[in-house]
Structures are given as C-alpha cells and as structure tokens.
C-alpha cells in the first residue's frame, strides 16, 4: 500500500511492506524489554561460565580411590570368575567393576579370566564393609 498524498517519484512502501532489516516495527521495542533481554543474556552467559568452571575444576582435581591396607589370599575354585571375588572382597567406595581392576592390578594379572588353583590376594573384608558392591 502506498501513500496517496505522495508523489509518484517519492513513492515509499509503508512500514509493514518493508523488506529486510527496515520491516521491523521498532514501535514495539520498549526500553523496559531490551533490558530484560540483556539481562537475561547476562544470566545465561554467567550460568555458562559457572558450568564451564565446575567442569574444569572437577577434570583437574584428582579423585583419590580409597585404599585397601589390608589383603588377603584367595584360592580361585572351579567357575570363580575375578567378578565373584570382587563381590565376595568388596572395598567401601567402588563399585564391583572397579574393585575387579583393582584386584587384577594388585595381583598383575593380564586380564580378568583366573584358572582354578590360582592363589590371588583380594581386600580383606572389614566388618562394616556389605557382602555386596553398592555400584
């Protein structure tokens, strides 16, 4: 639609027929909504630092596994698996498939299959510690 009072060489499209970055209506921009928006943006860049910095600071502090003081010798019988070891020898703080690494790198076993007749060295159960992994 264009204005009938104008003349045919100064012949402009109204607001709403605009194309491109001139077709907003900048009648609908208030000052209180752009600091709103700003803010808003301000929280979400705050909230992404604070992730970030959880992140790196959690990838960068070492985790200490807890540590078995005290061990014990096991004989490995026919169909024991290092699996039922670790159940059997839990350690408060990891779980079965940790305390299985934990025993295959304590007794320098190559993999986590043992034969029958195999004496290896497990945690020793403590009497606070469950006969099962939690994890």
Not at 29 to 48: F, K, M, N
Not at 49 to 55: C, G, I, K, T
Not at 71 to 87: F, G, K, N, Q
Not at 88 to 116: K, M, R, Y
Request: proline fraction near 7%; avoid cysteine.
């Amino acid at each position: 639609m264009y204005h009938a009072h104008s003349a045919p060489h100064a012949v402009r499209p109204l607001a709403r027929e605009r194309r491109g970055p001139e077709a907003r209506d900048t009648r609908d921009i208030r000052p209180g909504r752009i600091a709103s928006a700003r803010a808003g943006r301000g929280a979400l860049v705050i909230v992404t630092l604070a992730a970030v910095l959880v992140a790196v600071w959690s990838a960068l502090t070492p985790v200490s596994a807890p540590s078995v003081t005290t061990w014990t010798s096991v004989s490995v019988t026919e169909h024991t698996t290092l699996w039922d070891i670790a159940r059997e020898h839990p350690v408060p703080g990891l779980s079965t498939v940790e305390t299985v690494q934990l025993i295959q790198d304590h007794n320098g076993l190559p993999s986590d299959i043992v034969h029958a007749g195999l004496i290896i060295t497990a945690p020793a159960v403590h009497q606070d510690a469950s006969g099962v992994a939690r994890r």
